[in-house]
């Protein structure tokens, strides 16, 4: 299905909205602060952050592996099964959780908090 126009009372004439064959909605030609009330560059800094503390335990859990083995008389594949086992979990959630928001079948704050 092709892009549709909307027209609406409330656009100018250099503002407009498409609705994809999913049925979301972009406004084109409204400024980025307009629609998020911030600047575009939020939408970049945000998700950075948030990456950046998930880093702190990843990196974390990598600087640590040695004084699991230790403690715990793990080998090396044995504490890197840790890992492994919360990446697989950490990707499975991400995919269901994001085709049921496309679905609306959840909002998008619902599929966020469920892929986090």
Same mark, same amino acid.
Do not use: C, K, Q
């Given at each position: 299905m092709e892009p549709r126009l909307v027209e609406g009372d409330a656009l100018t004439s250099?503002? $407009?909205?498409?609705?994809?064959?999913?049925? $979301? %909605? @972009? $406004? %084109?030609g409204v400024p980025a602060e307009e629609i998020l009330g911030r600047p575009r560059s939020w939408m970049m800094w945000l998700?950075? =952050?948030a990456m950046m503390g998930v880093s702190v335990?990843? @990196?974390? @859990?990598?600087?640590?592996e040695a004084s699991l083995e230790d %403690?715990?008389?793990?080998s090396l594949s044995e504490a890197f099964w840790l890992v492994s086992i919360w990446t697989v979990f950490q990707a499975g959630v991400a995919f269901p959780a994001g085709r049921l928001r496309e679905k609306g079948v959840v909002s998008? $704050?619902?599929?966020? =908090?469920?892929g986090a």
């Open positions: 250099t503002e $407009r909205e498409i609705v994809d064959s999913n049925g $979301r %909605v @972009y $406004r %084109v998700p950075w =952050l335990f990843e @990196y974390g @859990y990598g600087a640590a %403690v715990h008389g793990w998008a $704050r619902t599929a966020m =908090l469920a």
